[in-house]
């Protein structure tokens, strides 16, 4: 019998965690493979293997506690891989030959499976002399560019999508450059980006005062601080970017400021970081904790959650002596510090079944309290294990208790800390659970709102059909089990129907007594104001966080659809939209109109022509079908191949800009080459930019990296607001959605945060 709760689940087990051989063949046989390979692997390192492989297996079993993705699918697989989530590399140096050093350790560890962070603070502004040279900088925005290049290469060598966080502080020269950089629909798509914000900046703020840009004690511009707070603000406001990171709290709250300084975060923003920090991350899943659901008396047992916690702080310190590490110095990095990220997922559908609504200020305390439980208990834990294995090798008694993270801390803990040392310096944080979280029967993300009760998920079939299946919140499920169709109570709501500032209100409630960060996505209406949207900023920093990271939808990031299915028809129109979907291809008419572009590649003798021939549906031209001919011979076959395999695409109508924007994303291992003063990364990316001139040419595109002129989605008649959804790049479906602050498909469990 299936140990999965929903379909989905055994299936995201099946493609991300189970262990199989090179051809596809299953080595976990069932998840509980997966659990004793997990657990046998990081019990490995204790003296009594056979106790602690018992004592992990049960913390894993029903998906009580859900290492994060890299250590179920690494765990015991003698792969070369990393454990380990989480990584800020070392500090660039404002150097030619250090800076391409940065690049090599960013891909060394990003093809290990690693997501890294950088703060770009320290590369000169564009237009500072180089001395020696004679030239001036290119600045920082010109090398992360090469770093979303490498990103790119990475990701198409491997499965696994890279993930970066690119820093720069509110005082950096070039920083109005950084925070308008994702205003280019195209540009750095492989980075979150995130301003640190300083105390003295938020003060300046408030009082409207003068700002200077400064780099190595030389005042580049002025600027009032408020005009700078604004354009980060509307930035934001209308790409989703750049997040916020309140850098100095982060410093202040730090366990280990006496011997650190953090500037920069991992991806998703849940783990500040100093150069070369690495972090393992799990999550306590309370929605398997409570006792009792939707009845009175309803609660999560405390004992049981401090039991729990132990065995999980135990398991993940284990961790990092288990793991392998890209680099030698986030090794040494790991094992001086050993710091941990333990969180909490479910956190939404547990307060569901104890009645309390998401958002309310009861919600709050009850999470506040619940979390008080979580550190107080992983704190307690780890002094055990400092009993036994010892402190961590950089603790000092007298400066780790004076850190502000454990002015929060009781007496109790404070004095077992200085008689005993403490194993790990720090102990929580909140990551990103979005396919963990779907793994283990779809209990609501990380302390996210439940997103949605129930959705339509569309299932790619061995024999390439597809089938639909309904896929349901843990917690709705699990009402429907208990009270069969009796309405859902008033206080079940969701990340649509709730205020932003009761998602700041929730994110503060649990800061309290998480000391890394966490990853959460503060929802906002498409018709916010500006100064409301502002205000969340704010009241996140006065409220404590550490961070903010809101989600509006927008033309680039997209919105969220309301879909609706209609009867599958030999042809498809939508009154409301020009866009026509097929079940079947057209045949091709004798005549159609089109037009041919030449191509001119510097490496190549002859040049390269491309015809793109159009059809009329609905008054409107779309593309039809393209051929690519050239007299080196050298490209015929893969010529060839692409005009028959584009062609068979448009021929089925819909959304192919797709095609698109997949070609551009081509890398030649060899380089690129400039043309017309841009430079193109392939010969493949030079035709996409082609097919994109002429859709765009034809009303096809809305202009160059922009979307459709109307959006459509396959035998479903969508509900549009203005804006454009983006398209799952991995199962093709339009159910993009923002969650803990990354790109997260809900039909096939895709991230973008890796």
Wanted: negative net charge; charged residues 25%; glycine residues 8%.
């Amino acid at each position: 019998m299936s140990r999965f709760d929903a379909a989905i689940a055994e299936q995201i087990w099946d493609m991300k965690y189970r262990l199989k051989e090179a051809d596809g063949n299953p080595i976990d046989k069932s998840v509980e493979d997966t659990w004793t390979r997990i657990a046998k692997d990081l019990a490995s390192v204790e003296d009594d293997k056979e106790r602690w492989e018992k004592e992990f297996y049960a913390a894993l079993d029903d998906f009580k506690f859900l290492p994060a993705g890299r250590i179920t699918a690494g765990a015991g697989t003698n792969r070369k891989v990393t454990l380990f989530n989480c990584f800020v590399m070392g500090t660039i140096p404002d150097d030619m030959a250090g800076i391409f050093n940065m690049l090599k350790e960013a891909a060394l560890t990003m093809q290990q499976g690693g997501g890294i962070g950088y703060d770009f603070s320290t590369i000169r502004p564009n237009g500072a002399i180089v001395k020696g040279v004679a030239a001036d900088a290119s600045g920082p925005l010109s090398f992360m560019d090469v770093w979303d290049s490498m990103c790119r290469t990475i990701m198409s060598a491997g499965s696994r999508r890279g993930a970066m966080m690119a820093t720069m502080r509110c005082d950096h020269p070039d920083i109005e450059q950084f925070i308008s950089a994702k205003s280019d629909p195209v540009r750095l798509r492989m980075f979150n980006l995130s301003v640190l914000v300083t105390d003295p900046f938020m003060e300046a703020v408030r009082n409207d005062d003068d700002w200077n840009l400064v780099f190595n004690d030389e005042v580049y511009k002025t600027l009032k601080a408020r005009k700078l707070w604004d354009q980060i603000m509307q930035s934001t406001y209308d790409y989703a970017e750049p997040g916020v990171i309140f850098i100095d709290r982060i410093n202040k709250l730090n366990n280990l400021n006496y011997c650190e300084t953090i500037s920069a975060t991992n991806p998703c923003g849940e783990q500040p970081l100093p150069p070369y920090g690495a972090c393992l991350l799990g999550s306590i899943n309370f929605a398997k904790l409570v006792e009792k659901p939707f009845e009175k008396g309803a609660k999560i047992n405390d004992v049981a959650l401090e039991s729990l916690v132990a065995t999980a702080v135990r398991m993940m310190d284990n961790v990092v002596d288990a793991s392998k590490f890209p680099l030698d110095e986030q090794a040494h990095e790991a094992k001086n510090k050993r710091r941990i990220g333990l969180g909490v997922t479910g956190l939404a559908d547990a307060l569901l079944m104890v009645g309390l609504r998401y958002g309310s200020d009861e919600a709050a305390v009850q999470t506040e309290r619940w979390l008080h439980i979580l550190a107080r208990s992983a704190y307690a834990a780890s002094v055990e294990l400092a009993k036994e294995k010892g402190a961590f090798p950089l603790f000092e008694a007298e400066a780790f208790l004076k850190s502000g993270s454990m002015q929060v801390m009781d007496k109790e803990i404070c004095n077992d800390i200085k008689k005993y040392g403490i194993r790990n310096a720090l102990l929580t944080s909140i990551a990103p659970t979005g396919t963990i979280s779907l793994y283990a029967g779809n209990v609501s993300s990380g302390i996210e709102p439940v997103f949605a009760y129930s959705y339509t998920r569309k299932v790619l079939q061995k024999d390439g059909s597809k089938t639909e299946e309904e896929v349901v919140d843990y917690a709705v499920r699990m009402w429907r089990d208990l009270k069969g169709d009796t309405p859902l109570p008033e206080y079940f709501v969701n990340a649509q129907t709730l205020g932003p500032l009761e998602h700041v209100k929730m994110q503060s409630a649990a800061q309290k007594w998480i000391d890394s960060s966490i990853s959460k996505t503060i929802n906002c209406p498409e018709d916010i104001d500006f100064e409301s949207f502002k205000s969340v900023y704010m009241e996140a920093y006065e409220t404590g966080c550490k961070g903010c990271t809101t989600y509006r939808p927008n033309d680039v990031t997209g919105s969220v659809l309301t879909v609706s299915s209609s009867k599958e028809a030999k042809q498809i129109e939508d009154d409301s939209a020009d866009i026509i979907y097929m079940s079947e291809p057209l045949d091709r008419p004798n005549e159609l109109e089109g037009s041919t572009y030449k191509l001119k590649w510097p490496d190549s003798e002859h040049a390269i022509y491309v015809t793109v021939n159009d059809v009329i549906a609905n008054s409107a031209r779309r593309p039809f079908e393209v051929f690519i001919n050239s007299k080196n011979m050298e490209h015929f076959a893969w010529t060839v191949a692409l005009t028959r395999m584009i062609s068979a695409v448009f021929r089925r109508g819909g959304d192919v800009s797709f095609v698109v924007e997949e070609l551009k994303a081509v890398f030649d291992p060899r380089g690129g080459a400039w043309v017309n003063g841009k430079y193109i990364p392939s010969i493949l990316a030079a035709i996409g930019g082609v097919l994109e001139t002429h859709m765009v040419k034809i009303g096809f595109l809305e202009g160059e990296g922009l979307g459709l002129k109307e959006d459509p989605k396959s035998n479903q008649v969508i509900n549009f607001s203005e804006n454009k959804a983006k398209a799952c790049s991995s199962c093709g479906q339009f159910e993009m959605q923002m969650v803990e602050g990354c790109m997260t498909c809900r039909s096939c469990g895709y991230s973008k945060c890796g």
